[in-house]
């Protein structure tokens, strides 16, 4: 088990920018750091969601979500955002909300929502709080997500191995996270192809 979120962060951020034929084998050699089946597949854009009722604008350029709710369990979400030949985003929007460690969404203010921009290699991350579960759904994130000039993604991503995957009519695998315990919490990975 490696030993923090900040470890597999760091880990993350410090891998040089792979080439599809290249991505396989590095996903096969470390797998603590598996890359989600995206655009390696040729030209599967990610699968729209809804954004569902929760959804406020103008969320605040933030990565650090987690002290909006210091008792949840803590995550890092990370990941890429390419085009369909796998050629990173520089600059694309990423944003994120979800519900906290209760099940309820911050319906007045801007609590556990944030946005960001996708760094040279198209990299983006969050520390934030795994969502509790809520009647009706299974846990899962919001994300908007969009390049330059482009066209806006709205989609949800859900966690491997939970219960209600199979009774929510969202759900879809494609849009579950690559996840990885570690000492201080979770790290989850998945690659936006837009």
């Not at 650090?64 to 955002?81: C, K, M, Q």
């Not at 099940?103 to 509790?132: E, K, M, S």
Request: hydrophobic share 40%; proline share 6%; with cysteine.
């Amino acid at each position: 088990m490696p030993s923090t979120r900040r470890y597999l962060l760091t880990a993350f951020l410090s891998l040089p920018l792979l080439d599809a034929a290249k991505m396989r084998a590095f996903a096969q050699a470390t797998p603590q750091l598996a890359l989600t089946p995206s655009c390696d597949d040729g030209d599967e854009l990610t699968l729209e969601r809804e954004a569902g009722p929760f959804f406020k604008p103008n969320s605040p350029l933030n990565r650090d979500l987690h002290p909006d709710a210091s008792d949840g369990e803590r995550i890092t979400v990370a990941g890429f955002v390419f085009d369909n030949r796998c050629r990173p985003l520089a600059g694309s929007l990423v944003e994120i909300w979800h519900a906290d460690e209760h099940g309820d969404y911050d319906r007045d203010g801007l609590r556990l929502r944030g946005h960001q921009f996708a760094d040279a290699q198209g990299r983006w991350w969050f520390n934030t709080i795994v969502p509790a579960l809520y009647p009706g759904r299974t846990r899962h994130f919001h994300f908007k997500v969009q390049r330059s000039g482009g066209r806006l993604l709205t989609t949800q991503l859900y966690f491997p191995g939970e219960q209600k995957n199979v009774g929510d009519w969202l759900f879809h695998d494609s849009l579950l996270l690559e996840m990885e315990k570690t000492k201080d919490g979770l790290f989850g990975r998945f690659d936006f192809v837009i």
